[in-house]
């Protein structure tokens, strides 16, 4: 499966730079990663934090969310 290998390959854990194996998350049903070296999980929703979280603006925003969410 030299295909699926070099589709692997480019997901490298940026933890330990393990493999990532796809993983079906059925709760959101999206795909995830993980990585067999050390458990690192990533799916969009993570991506999606951790870009909003490299501005200022958007690490605010987020914990305000939390905050709001703690209360509830
Ligand atoms: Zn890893």
């Not at 393990?18 to 990533?42: A, L, S, T």
């Amino acid at each position: 499966m030299v295909t699926q290998s070099t589709y692997i390959a480019r997901d490298r854990c940026h933890r330990c730079g393990g493999f990532m194996v796809p993983e079906e998350i059925r709760e959101v049903n999206q795909m995830g990663w993980r990585c067999v070296m050390c458990g690192e999980h990533i799916d969009q929703l993570i991506l999606e934090h951790r870009r909003q979280m490299a501005t200022p603006e958007g690490a605010r925003q987020l914990s305000e969310k939390r905050e709001k969410a703690r209360l509830n």
